[in-house]
T-cell receptor, first 112, second 116 residues
């Protein structure tokens, strides 16, 4: 049973435009969500997180939105840059646990 | 501050052998978690250690084990290797227990294990 789902395997956008990456979850006990970026042959790099008590968190070009009623979160990257091209993972956890449940990832390609 | 380091970066073993992977967390971090990444299953949680005690465990067979030392460094061991154990093994550390609120996990570069 996949508790965190990233239904689109890939996304291609033009440099300067907005990238929107989506993530759905099924476990209503999840209360903390994170986005990681991963390049080949490297470990995931933390991007941004959001607690379930918020519906939006912003850090520079990255904004995460959380819709608890829909069990949906999204990552917005504005403006997108070629260096953003990577695989993005959505992850969730609950109750302060260090056990992260990851989605399968989505490959973002930003074209110059 | 130095990041999470993992050794070795690459490893080739044959079926039936055992392997030990090492992880050094970020200085001051006392929680270390291990994940397995495969093309089919994605990133899956193996276990987490805090203050030398296993606090959480994922759904992996008993061939997968780990430990943590007093300096927070951690090792994981896989015995009787199978072809399906070929994967990228990632270690992550966090400041759990040393700060308030939810802690972020920071990942190392991983160890690529190939089982022949």
């Amino acid at each position: 049973d996949q508790q965190v789902k990233q239904n689109s395997p890939s996304l291609s956008v033009q440099e300067g435009r907005i990238s929107i990456l989506n993530c759905d979850y099924t476990n209503s006990m999840f209360d903390y969500f994170l986005w990681y970026k991963k390049y080949p042959a490297e470990g995931p790099t933390f991007l941004i997180s959001i607690s379930s008590i918020k519906d939006k968190n912003e850090d520079g070009r990255f904004t995460v939105f959380l819709n608890k009623s829909a069990k949906h979160l999204s990552l917005h990257i504005v403006p997108s840059q070629p260096g953003d091209s990577a695989v993005y993972f959505c992850a969730a956890t609950q109750g302060g646990s260090e056990k992260l449940v990851f989605g399968k990832g989505m490959k973002l390609t930003v074209n110059p | 501050k130095a990041g999470v380091t993992q050794t070795p970066r690459y490893l080739i073993k044959t079926r039936g052998q055992q392997v030990t992977l090492s992880c050094s967390p970020i200085s001051g971090h006392r929680s270390v978690s291990w994940y397995q990444q495969t093309p089919g299953q994605g990133l899956q949680f193996l276990f987490e250690y805090f203050s030398e005690t296993q606090r959480n465990k994922g759904n992996f067979p008993g061939r997968f084990s780990g430990r943590q030392f007093s300096n927070s460094r951690s090792e994981m061991n896989v015995s009787t290797l199978e072809l399906g154990d070929s994967a990228l093994y990632l270690c992550a550390s966090s400041s759990f227990g040393t700060s308030g609120g939810q802690d972020t996990q920071y990942f190392g570069p991983g160890t690529r294990l190939t089982v022949l």
